[in-house]
């Protein structure tokens, strides 16, 4: 959390920082984070923020509250 405060713009740590979100259960905190980067640089890391969430949406599944509302806030970047 302190290395993307210090600087927002280290997508690698705030990719770690997801990671580790998700891992601890906090999969909203996980999942805006991964928007963050997509939102500050579509095509980082070979697009690997969108390609986790995917693998998210998969997880929790295509109607699940979670996956509507993450997918609804990766639409609002991609198509803004």
Known sequence: MAKVEADPDDHQARY??????AKAG???????QLVEIIRRDRNWNDD???KQ?????????????FTVKARR?????LFS
Do not use: N
């Open 16 to 21: 770690d920082l997801a990671l580790a979100l």
């Open 26 to 32: 906090d999969h909203d905190a996980a999942a805006d």
């Open 48 to 50: 690997a923020a969108r």
């Open 53 to 65: 969430l995917i693998k998210m949406f998969e997880a929790f599944g295509q109607t699940s509250p």
């Open 73 to 77: 806030k990766l639409s609002s970047v």
